[in-house]
């Protein structure tokens, strides 16, 4: 993964390739297409937490390489809005988690700066928040009406059964496979959210590979087990 201007690494696995789309082609459809530097005005997309929304940013930033800049205002909201100077530079600005900086007014009129900016500069602004533009608590009127400008996309939730289909995409991804029953299981004896059973992954992959054991429903119970104490 490129090592971005902001000091944060992409996920390894925050790729389009291990991103189940059933249900919301078109968004990542449009965000390939901006990741690939096809003209346009980039997007807004929304949807429930852990529904995706960080993955597809970071995936985006990994396919167009250094010519995108990855923003998780999360992780960056305390660094304060003087850490947007100069992102207009790159060609694609993918902002994640916009939610937690709206209404405070330095945020809000640096982020106005930078939308301006990447309009003179050709720029496309990919933009992630908890909700719709219409129902984001911005106060700045003008940040509120260009951001509005944004084709928006809200993002399907997966159902079981496209929750099991995605654990063996992230699993074959990771170079193991997730039987049917073993990722039934999974859904079980961990919190439904993707974030969570993705995480129960990689915490078993890491125990597979030591154990040079194959993810079968006995090895995952005694891993969840050990673990739970």
Request: glycine letters at 6%; charged letters at 25%; aromatic letters at 6%.
């Amino acid at each position: 993964m490129s090592q971005l201007a902001l000091p944060l690494q992409l996920a390894d696995h925050a790729v389009f390739a291990s991103y189940l789309d059933t249900g919301n082609e078109t968004l990542v459809a449009t965000l390939l297409d901006i990741a690939k530097g096809v003209e346009g005005h980039g997007c807004w997309l929304w949807g429930a937490p852990s529904s995706g929304k960080t993955h597809l940013l970071q995936a985006v930033c990994d396919t167009a390489g250094d010519r995108a800049v990855y923003v998780p205002l999360s992780m960056f909201a305390a660094a304060g809005p003087g850490m947007l100077e100069g992102l207009a530079s790159r060609e694609l600005i993918c902002i994640d988690d916009l939610q937690e900086v709206v209404g405070q007014s330095e945020w809000e009129t640096a982020l106005f700066s930078l939308c301006n900016q990447a309009v003179d500069a050709g720029a496309q602004l990919v933009v992630a928040a908890a909700t719709s533009p219409r129902e984001c608590p911005i106060e700045l009127a003008d940040l509120q009406s260009r951001l509005a400008r944004l084709p928006v996309f809200q993002i399907r939730s997966l159902d079981e059964t496209e929750r099991v289909i995605a654990l063996q995409l992230r699993s074959r991804h990771r170079g193991l496979e997730l039987p049917d029953d073993t990722a039934r299981y999974l859904l079980t004896r961990s919190r439904r959210d993707m974030t969570s059973l993705y995480e129960v992954l990689d915490r078993l992959d890491k125990e597979a590979l030591r154990a040079k054991r194959r993810l079968t429903i006995p090895f995952v119970r005694t891993v969840l087990d050990v673990e739970a104490g």
